[in-house]
T-cell receptor, first 113, second 113 residues
Framework: DGGITQSPKYLFRKEGQNVTLSCEQN?????MYWYRQDPGQGLRLIYY???????QKGDIAEGYSVSREKKESFPLTVTSAQKNPTAFYLC????????????FGPGTRLTVT | DAKTTQPPSMDCAEGRAANLPCNHS???????VYWYRQIHSQGPQYIIHGLKNNETNEMASLIITEDRKSSTLILPHATLRDTAVYYC??????????????FGSGTQLTVLP
């Protein structure tokens, strides 16, 4: 946090609905990331972007989509194709993609029933 | 990234120094040692990183052994708010790759009143 905003903190959706998670940053960082964290587990990379209008799939991109139209914003859409969408979603930024330390937002806890 | 080994849990009395060890015996010359922590239900927080020299910032000190095979994170005056899982990560700072963060199991630090 401290310059990275994720909203909302808690989100509830019915199965079959698409949902978009917001991530905004005012750190002027080039790189942005979306991770998923399941209970008691580590982070898994969904998508990342190192520049506006460019993004790359991470390890578990299926069922998710992103856009990077502005440097400050990197929204994540969880589609109905994602089989197990209930999780804690974390957005992170870094000055550059080359391995700089990453700064995380507070996270959004998504529950799909 | 080099593998790291951390104790699963540690306790520390409030106000005392917390010393969290990490073994990374397979570290290579271009790999840095990073420390992050995650307080329950929050996003991870970057703490500090170093290559071979000891480092200090407002949060902590990082002591890296001369052979670079192990390191210690020191929280000089632990408070109850320092209770978290602490992750030691070894990774290079090189261009051309996403360099996602991979968290191991970390050390659960509990600061006791």
């Amino acid at each position: 946090d401290g310059g990275i905003t994720q909203s909302p903190k808690y989100l509830f959706r019915k199965e079959g609905q698409n949902v978009t998670l917001s991530c905004e940053q005012n750190l002027n960082h080039d790189a942005m990331y979306w991770y998923r964290q399941d209970p008691g587990q580590g982070l898994r990379l969904i998508y990342y972007s190192q520049i506006v209008n460019d993004f790359q799939k991470g390890d578990i991109a299926e069922g998710y989509s992103v856009s990077r139209e502005k440097k400050e914003s990197f929204p994540l859409t969880v589609t109905s194709a994602q089989k197990n969408p209930t999780a804690f979603y974390l957005c992170a930024t870094a000055r550059q993609i080359l391995g700089d330390e990453q700064y995380f937002g507070p996270g959004t806890r998504l529950t799909v029933t | 990234d080099a593998k790291t080994t951390q104790p699963p849990s540690m306790d520390c009395a409030e106000g005392r120094a917390a010393n969290l060890p990490c073994n990374h015996s397979t570290i290579s010359g271009n790999e840095y040692v990073y420390w992050y922590r995650q307080i329950h239900s929050q996003g991870p927080q970057y703490i500090i990183h170093g290559l071979k020299n000891n480092e200090t910032n407002e949060m902590a000190s990082l002591i890296i052994t001369e052979d670079r095979k192990s390191s210690t994170l020191i929280l000089p005056h632990a408070t109850l708010r320092d209770t978290a899982v602490y992750y030691c990560i070894v990774r290079p700072r090189v261009s051309g790759s996403a360099r996602q963060l991979t968290f191991g199991s970390g050390t659960q630090l509990t600061v006791l009143p």
